[in-house]
Each structure stands twice: as C-alpha cells, then as structure tokens.
C-alpha cells in the first residue's frame, strides 16, 4: 500500500508574488465568507513587512509568538478567540512566517471546523470534518511545512502533529524576496533542518522513485546555496530546496537525527532547527559524509553549536528523553532496518545524548 | 505577476499501486454519484490489462481510439455517448493511456458541465463551470498530461488545448509496472517529447527556480533512462521525468521545436511525440548541446527517424504549415527573444520545413 499523498492546490512561486496575495485571496471571498484571518509570527509586529499585510474589510490579524514550539493550548485558544470575535467562520486562515507560524495555521484552520481541543487529534488521520480554507506565506525555508500534511504540535501528552489531508494547505505564496530579511543564524538552522531531512531520507530504507527525485533535487539545492556564496539566486533556491524537501517526505522518513532531536525537544524544549543541527553533529557513525559536509556548511556559516544541553539532566529527564527517542519507531526502522532495537539501545541512546 | 499554479490534488507513485485503483475511486462513489467512466486506449482491448481495469456495478468502460491525436468532434461524442447512458452524471472518469487518452479524459470531465461543444472551449480558462471529478492512469510516461492543466484539442479551426484549472486531475495514479509493455519506438518517442521539452525550457528565456528545478530533475533523469542501460528503475525514472517535466511547465514554456512541430502535426497528422523528434534533429543551430545528446539517445534507441515529410506539400500546405508555426508566438519568444521575427522569417521557416 502506498500513500495517496494529498497535494496543495495553488503555489505561486516568484520574486514579489507576495503582492498577488489580495487577488489570490479575493477569489475565496463571498458575501457568505468575507473575512480572512491571518496569523503572523511577531517578529513582524511593527516591522514594515508586518504592515504590508493586505488586511481588507474586518480581516483579523493575529500575532502569534512561536518562541516556543506551538502547543495544542495555543491552538485552542487560538480558535476561542477567532470564534469568540466573529458571527461565522471566516473565508480562510493565511499562517505568515517560519515552520511554526505555517503549523499553527494548519492546526487552527483543521479544529475551526472540528470539535473538541486540539490534542485529542495529535495523531493520524483523525479530524473528521474539512478545514476552512487555509494559505502559506513562508518567510523562512528549509522545513517543507509549506507542503506537508502535518502540524507538529506538543500537548499534554505528546508531541506529535495534526497528520491529515485536511492540513495540507490550499494554497502557498513562495515569495523568495520574504525569506531574505531571515536573521543568519535561523536562516541556517531552517535550511539544515532541510539538508539533514534529505540525508536521513535518502539514506534511509524507506524511499521510492517519487521521493528520492524531490529528495535529491533539494539535496543539491541545500549545497548550491550552503557550500556557496550568498547571491541573488540564492533565497530562490533555498525556497525550492523547502518545497522539495518537503514534497520528498511522501514515500520517505526521517532518521536517526530527527529521532533524538524530538527527545531533546521534549524534554528541554529545543527547537528543531537547533536541536536537528546539535544532534547531526554527534552522528559520523551513521550519516559520514553527510556530517563532513554539514561541519563544512556550518564553518561557512560561522555558526557555533549549543553544546553540554544535557550536562544538568536528572535521571527522570534522561529517561523521558530516551522514551520519547526511541518511540519514534518508523524512523529507527527507516535509518537502521527492522533490527534497529539491537543498535539503538536504551544504554547506546542515553551515551549519545550524555554527549551533547 | 506569476501564474498560480493548480496542482494534482491527489498522487499516488509505486510500482504495483495500479492494485490501490479500486479502493482510491471508491472514495468517490456515493449513492448520489456511484458510477465511473473509464476512457481507455483501445490497444488494451482484449489484452490482460485491458480485463484488469475494475469495474464496479454499472462503471462503463469506452474504448477510445487515439490513432490521431483527440479531435473536439470525438470528445462531443463520448460526452452524448456518456450522457446518453446514464440518467445523472457519473462519479468520475478515468483516462487509461498515453497523453491522448489523459487529454481526452481531461476534456470530457470538463464538456459533461459545460454546455456546447468542446470547440468553444479552446483557449485559456473559458469553462465557467467545475469539471467532473478526473484521474488518470498513465501506460505511457513523457508527455508530462499527467500534471498540465491543458488537454491538446484538434478542433475545426485550431490545435489548441482547453486550458483551465478545471483540466487538472483530481488523482493520478503513477505506477511504473504499467509503462513497462509499451513498443520500444513509441516508449522512446513519448521519452524524447519530455527530454526535447526540457532543453526547450531550460534554454528559453522564461524560466524561474520552480521550474528549472524540476526541469532540470526531469532532464536527468532523461537522461538516466536513454543514456544508460534499461533496468528495473527505468520505468520508475521514466515516470518521475515525465512528471517533473510537466510541473516544469508551470513558469516555463516549450520552444523552436514545439513551434515547427505544431505546423507538421496540423498539416500532416504527424504525433506529438514523433513530431517533436523528427523536427528536434534539424535544430543544431537552436540547441547545439541538446541535439547532439538526442542523436546518442536515438542512436542507443535504434529507432530510424522518419524523413521526407514534407517532400510532396503543395504550396497550400507550407503556407498553413508556416501560418500554425509562427503563431505560437510565446513560444518563438521564449526561445528566441523578444526580436524573434527577426531571426524566425516566413522564408526560414520555409526552408527548414523543406528539409524535414
């Protein structure tokens, strides 16, 4: 059985198609649904591109803060208060910014027309009814949100997103002029994210033709612009790079490094981008050519990496870090086969951790 | 500003998921609208796959003949043909085949809600009204039908696609198992309409990152196929470049071949695929690199290259042949530059359809 791997609907791609924005979104307005809600990271708020949002008639405009991952708490709430100031649903929900801006989106859109919190649908497939209209404009790339059929989120009990076709946006604005103004160091964590994604991926056991051509189109992408100097054709790459990152993620996984990077988010909170780039970096024995030329990029880069996160653990938070680690089992299975208990054990698990 | 792209809204890609068929339309089915339409090329007829197709209760099955390329007479046609059937419109149809049968397929789900004839439609976004649901079953990877939003018509005036959104599938279904019994000569052929496509859009002057990176992904995997020895993943291959160059087309257009070949295929006949690789030899002044690769390609193929095509045209025929050609106006201009009637005179064309 493979997937049958729902895609967006609309992409405009372009330098400055972000100025379509009002047209692309007018043809979802009607007497019935006038309204849209946008959700914008709050870097933005007071910034000039925070006030060229295109709001018309009684559009809402929220700024959402992702210093923190979102939570399922923030979604509900999210939707409380978007139900709480309007008569009827609005026409859509337009998420502006990185990873977490675009999963908010994904998630609020999905529970405006789903009953209950948020939580109760971390898992897969399991919102039943269709989301209002939803829309991407990404100002950072490298984690495929903009395409993918998740929305990571962390609840109560888990961490773990909103997979549903009904996540998968209608619509994405890939403006490669957005992404320019990102901050150095988030811009290279994004992009890593997408670099170390496509390794696991297309080392992995999991792969098809499908995957592995969008896999290794981004791949090459992640190079031209990482292992190069910066220049005007480089935000159009790395945006594509995010999209077919993404897109590769249909017939393939993750690996190793996502795995223990979710027990450091879990845990201690840390971001993916970050948390993806700290554990790549102690996986030579896994990924060897990919580790060479990811210490390449971030010398290019001049990032210097988080180290000792873990020197301070309790024995309760190593284990939690451990459980959450070794629960991903689809991506163990991916990156070391059907035997991968015996390479990642608890003990091994816990001795890589302990380095970080 | 940039077209915003309508994508397939459902893929499914793997060798054998042909067998997910039943249970993907199934989704469809309804107790409003329950039945489907299959539209196959009739090569399949009382061959195995042509019994494997698998139909449900009172799914209809019509053998389409594609012996030349889909007429707006034929699709009219199989629109009464359908409509006088069955009381209310069915759940879908499905296209069964190469580029012929996906563009047939396109059309009648556009012409069973639209009112007129086919012919009406030729151009860009004129039906008004939502297409019935449509999928398709590629036999046949290269034309890139799989993933355009044109479906190419010839009518009693012009060749020319309905394009609308309203044209793109619903769901395709891209098996590699189903590519693998075409003829050599047409599996080549159906190849080099993709490969030719790629060199006209990677070397035009209309071109952004979406769709030179999927060109270029399309291009090498082209040239994976016809460059190297065929084995398993040919088929796999094969069909990734088919699709990719058809997501290729979304920011970029064909060139100088494709312009000749419309001239030869209106006067004489002559296939998409075979016309685009008889013109494509005479071109080394265009695209010196692309034609030389071409001829190992062809070379390696063994195939034998009609020639003498137009050595008995009358003066009518080269005239209509020229008018057809020089028409296509973005596509001179892509290739060629805004200054193309310049270098592109009635005299050149002329004398390079007397070569062919």
Known sequence: ??????????????RGCYNQTKDILGQQRDKEKSDMVYLVD??????????????????????????????????????????????????????????????????????????????????????KNPSLYHAAIPTLSGTGAE????????????????????????????DPELIRGAPDEQRFYTGMDCYIHCIESLEGTFLNEFSKSYGQKSLELCREVFLNKRTEE???????????????????????????????????????GIGNAIVFDYLDEFYPEGVKEFRIMLDKAGVELPRGLCANLTEEQFEKMINVSLAMELLWENALGKDWKKIMTREKAREMFERM
């Open 1 to 14: 059985m493979y997937r049958n791997f729902r895609m967006v609907s609309y992409v405009v791609f372009g």
């Open 42 to 127: 709050d870097v933005f708020k007071g910034a000039e591109f925070g006030d060229s949002i295109p709001l018309q008639g009684d559009d809402m405009l929220i700024w959402v803060n992702v210093d923190d991952e979102p939570k399922t708490k923030l979604v509900d709430a999210l939707v409380e208060q978007i139900k709480g100031a309007m008569d009827k649903n609005p026409a859509g929900i337009v998420g502006v910014g990185g990873g977490s801006a675009m999963d908010l989106s994904k998630a609020v859109s999905v529970m405006m027309t789903n009953e209950g919190s948020s939580a109760e649908y971390q898992g897969y497939d399991l919102p």
């Open 147 to 174: 395409v993918s059929r998740t929305c990571v989120l962390t609840g109560p009990e888990k961490k773990l997103g909103i997979n549903s076709d009904y996540s998968v946006f209608d619509q994405i604005i890939l």
């Open 234 to 272: 480089s935000e159009d790459k790395l945006m594509m790079a995010s999209y077919c990152g993404g897109m590769s993620i249909a017939y393939s996984q993750v690996g190793v490094c996502h795995a223990l990077s979710y027990g450091l988010a879990y845990v201690l909170g840390t971001h993916h």
